[in-house]
């Protein structure tokens, strides 16, 4: 699978890049001890080696499993880079601000929107239709790509992998920079009732206890990226739109009657979900080769009829 010597980064190699040298050098300035963070510095300086090895000896001009892996390598990175996160909770502070968000949505609402459905609103049939939507978000990055991959729309891949990267990322530092740790940790002795389901609730319950982090709920990635991939689907794949865009609605409220973020949580996730849409839009369209473009622009009118 080696192919030119020549470097070509499209939009989300460079995203990827930077992301992880960006991470290293904050790190560096601000990490104290700083041994504690050996295994978080290795890994991203291994994470941005490694797109640099994928970007340079991986041609997706060859086909079959160079083109898979070329455009597709991300989506197999993002558990990673989440996981990782949960050991840079606590390096700007080390508290959560839960009690400064419960208070501005108080205010804003008159009542804790997480209290009020565990004391008004919880029933197990909207539980499993909730849970069943946030489970689904699992199965979205992947299934999404897979099949726009199979329909070799490999410039609407690249478009939409640079919007999905983009919003992981700014998920990630802000989930340092201003650490929430979660409705299920922050009222876990106030709730009244317990969140029960038959079926989607235990499996949403069985990937949270064995796969989540304690903290990063500010914003909900969750929410941003199924957000990111409605809007392409609207855009791109009109007939697979209202799928994704129920499981989409549906996961924004699962994620709260859940327990596992603030309403604010959803807000901004999406904010910066329709942001990293709008500038992949407007940026990703072509890759870059040594300072010239060497795709051409792709023929927009092909993808909007689907």
Known sequence: MTGSKNISLYLFDRIIIIYSLLM????????????NYYDEIVFYIGMAALVLLITRYIDEHRGGVARFIRLLYPIFMFTFFYKITGGLMTLLFDNFFDWQLTGFEKAVFGVNPTLYIDQHLLN???TEIFSFCYFGYYFMIPVFFLLVY?????????NALSAVCLMFFLSYLLF?????????????TVYVNKVT????????????????????????????????????????YRRWSWIIT?????LAIGTVWGRFHYISDVVVGGIIGLGAT???WKYAERPYHHGQSINKKPETKQYHVS
């Open 150 to 158: 199979i329909r070799k729309d490999y410039e609407i891949i690249k």
């Open 246 to 250: 129920v499981i989409t609605i549906g």
């Open 197 to 236: 389901g038959p079926v989607f609730r235990y499996l949403v319950e069985l990937v949270i206890k064995n796969g989540a982090v304690h903290g990063g709920c500010m914003p909900s990635s969750h929410f941003g990226v199924a957000l990111v991939l409605t809007l392409y689907s609207i855009r791109y």
């Open 124 to 126: 197990p049939i909207l």
């Open 278 to 280: 709008l500038f992949a």
């Open 176 to 188: 340092f920079l201003y650490p929430i740790e979660g409705p299920r940790w922050h009222f876990s």
């Open 24 to 35: 290293v050098l904050v790190i560096l300035a601000v990490g104290r001890p700083l041994n």
